[in-house]
């Protein structure tokens, strides 16, 4: 195969290919690496493409094992991850001020609710097993088929379809616990704390009644509710909404968090 197509295809599935690993790693820096890697892996391997499913599947294919290497040596993120985020940021008046700041000199530094959930729903599937937490990406936000994520995985269609219902049913039951725009009863209430410190002169129920999930919660389906949050995702880019560059701030400050708390949590 020609390098051109290659190119012109990665060109092509740049953005997304980008925000899936972001999604991945919640890392902007480790996805505009692994980004690079995939593309020279590519180059490097055409030659062995042999056409069996689509290049851009095959595309995929190589972003996530590079991916998952990136992943290997790391643990698993807590379902409580924006709990100890928020604690975290109470006494660091450095993320504060870098936020606020980037609140009032940047084009993407917006906040809307909308865009935060998406931040959210990164941050509590690193909270799910490396698998589950890709097939449920690929299959939930970029409308991958069964047939290609076995491929893109290695697995079995069995195992794929596995990792779909335990992932998917295991951010269900944490977002029907925990989100405040689900559940009146949920304990994170991020979305309107978030809205009244970035949007203040903005009513916070304003802002919630702009989103349908916040619509139907009154009789809430928990998996209507969680299609509802994936056509949110589906609709954002990270790299390029109007807050990416708040949220990647808020991407940074989790990571340094998690970090800090699973390194003490070994001793």
């Known amino acids: 195969m020609h390098s ?43 030659s062995t493409f042999r056409a069996e499913s689509s290049l851009k599947t095959w595309l995929f294919t190589i972003a996530t094992n ?4 990136n992943l290997r040596a790391k ?13 975290a940021a109470l ?6 001020s870098e936020a606020m700041h980037i609140r009032m000199t940047s084009p993407q530094g917006a906040f809307e609710i909308k865009e935060h959930i998406t931040f959210c729903f990164t941050c509590i599937a690193k909270s799910l097993p ?8 690929l299959k939930e936000v970029y ?13 079995t269609e069995a195992m794929v379809k596995y990792y779909l219902h335990t992932g998917r049913a295991k951010l269900v039951q944490i977002f029907d616990g925990r989100c405040a725009l689900i559940n009146k009863e949920g304990i994170c209430h991020q ?11 903005q009513n916070h129920q304003e802002e919630l009644n702009k989103i349908e999930m916040a619509k139907q919660a009154n009789n809430p389906d928990k998996e209507h509710l969680f299609d509802l949050r994936m056509q949110i995702v589906q609709g954002i880019d990270p790299f390029e909404s109007s807050s990416a560059e708040l949220q990647l701030h808020h991407y940074a400050h989790n990571t340094r968090v998690m970090e800090n708390f699973l390194k003490k ?3």
């Open 66 to 69: 590079l991916a998952k290497d």
């Open 130 to 137: 490396i698998e589950q937490q890709i097939c449920v990406l």
């Open 75 to 87: 643990r698993r993120w807590t379902e409580d991850v924006t709990d100890k985020g928020k604690a």
């Open 191 to 201: 979305c309107t704390e978030l809205n009244g410190i970035f949007n203040p002169k």
């Open 4 to 46: 051109d197509i290659l190119t012109s295809t990665f060109l092509e599935h740049n953005r997304q290919l980008k925000s899936f690993l972001l999604r991945i790693t919640a890392s902007a820096e480790d996805a505009e690496d692994i980004m690079q890697d995939t593309y020279i892996k590519a180059a490097e391997k055409i």
């Open 265 to 267: 949590s070994e001793v």
């Open 91 to 96: 006494t660091d008046k450095i993320f504060f």
């Open 143 to 155: 409308e991958f088929k069964v047939n290609e994520i076995n491929e893109i995985v290695n697995t």
